[in-house]
T-cell receptor, first 116, second 111 residues
Framework: EAGVAQSPRYKIIEKRQSVAFWCNPI?????LYWYQQILGQGPKLLIQ????????DSQLPKDRFSAERLKGVDSTLKIQPAKLEDSAVYLC??????????????FGPGTRLTVL | AQSVAQPEDQVNVAEGNPLTVKCTYS??????LFWYVQYPNRGLQFLLK??????LVKGSYGFEAEFNKSQTSFHLKKPSALVSDSALYFC?????????FGTGTRLQVFP
């Protein structure tokens, strides 16, 4: 079974530029998550989708971050414009979506973003 | 507010010795607890979870964790450490609507 796929693996941009990350979840997983992991910290949830609807985006900086999950499968996360403090690893995860509390989340390899 | 704490930034252990990585939690209601491992330049890999039932949970790669309600702890253990176990370990709690991660503990196993 293929895991969660993410691209690109690495991205370096100048501040104020825009960037987009792509995620393809495990086949059949209804729930998709985007996390931000700053160096030395645990991952922090940015947004959670159930199929193509947003369940939780309370920690997404909506003035610069946006995400979509068209057709309820793959997803893109965009930052526009980027700031220095956005430098982090962006992790995508997916889960079956059968249980809100006990589902295991499976993570992709992440995209390491460096903003100069 | 729900939270988890990993009191040790780093744990050092000799290969072959038992290891423990500590985690304590603070939640209202029933805790659903998880351990993940992160190898360099890779995403998090699921190790094990506690939902209900037996307090001793067995997971991948020989790891296990003990849920202790009175001490609000969920320590990760392994009877005999391997050099290949060296990685970053995250404890997480799922309560209400999201998974909340600790800050991580770096495990270093020396040959």
């Amino acid at each position: 079974e293929a895991g969660v796929a993410q691209s690109p693996r690495y991205k370096i941009i100048e501040k104020r530029q825009s960037v987009a990350f792509w995620c393809n979840p495990i086949s059949g997983h209804a729930t998709l998550y985007w996390y931000q992991q700053i160096l030395g910290q645990g991952p922090k949830l940015l947004i959670q989708f159930q199929n193509n609807g947003v369940v939780d985006d309370s920690q997404l900086p909506k003035d610069r971050f946006s995400a979509e999950r068209l057709k309820g499968v793959d997803s893109t996360l965009k930052i526009q414009p980027a700031k220095l403090e956005d430098s982090a690893v962006y992790l995508c995860a997916s889960s079956l979506g059968t249980s809100e509390f006990t589902d295991t989340q499976y993570f992709g390899p992440g995209t390491r973003l460096t903003v100069l | 507010a729900q939270s988890v704490a990993q009191p040790e930034d780093q744990v050092n252990v000799a290969e072959g010795n038992p290891l423990t990585v500590k985690c304590t939690y603070s939640v209202s209601g029933n805790p659903y607890l998880f351990w993940y491992v992160q190898y360099p330049n890779r995403g998090l890999q699921f190790l094990l979870k506690y939902i209900t039932g037996d307090n001793l949970v067995k997971g991948s790669y020989g790891f296990e964790a003990e849920f202790n309600k009175s001490q609000t702890s969920f320590h990760l253990k392994k009877p005999s450490a391997l050099v290949s176990d060296s990685a970053l370990y995250f404890c997480a709690v799922h309560n209400t609507d999201k998974l909340i991660f600790g800050t991580g503990t770096r495990l270093q196993v020396f040959p």
